[in-house]
Nanobody
Framework: VQLQASGGGLVQAGGSLRLSCAAS????????MRWYRQTPGKQRDLVAS???????NYADSVKGRFTISRDNAKYTVNLQMNSLEPEDTAVYYC???????????????WGQGTQVTVSS
């Protein structure tokens, strides 16, 4: 199983970016999907999550600016980030609860990070 994240980059404050993360390989099912972010020397923080039926949750710092979505047919999770602020600068990681087979319990998989830099 691989998680491939894309969409990071450099943007000015007030701008927008869209992150995507696609799961590939062989697996039985995907449950919750999440985005985390991390800055140097700090812990990795949850930004947004979405359940298998589409219920979402957001960190207070991004509510109203970020939107998480998923495409179950394409095994992808997206993060639309609007009104970006310099404080949003971080490495963003996708995290997926995935069940490798019907005989194995679900566990979390991490994608590689993608850098988001917001200039003031």
């Amino acid at each position: 199983v691989q998680l491939q994240a894309s969409g990071g980059g450099l943007v000015q404050a007030g701008g927008s970016l869209r992150l995507s993360c696609a799961a590939s390989g062989s697996f039985f099912s995907i449950n919750a999907m999440r985005w985390y972010r991390q800055t140097p020397g700090k812990q990795r923080d949850l930004v947004a999550s979405i359940t298998s039926v589409g219920s979402t949750n957001y960190a207070d710092s991004v509510k109203g600016r970020f939107t998480i979505s998923r495409d179950n047919a394409k095994y992808t999770v997206n993060l639309q980030m609007n009104s970006l602020e310099p404080e949003d600068t971080a490495v963003y990681y996708c995290n997926v609860d995935l069940r490798p087979s019907m005989f194995v319990s679900s566990r979390a998989y991490w994608g590689q990070g993608t850098q988001v830099t917001v200039s003031s």
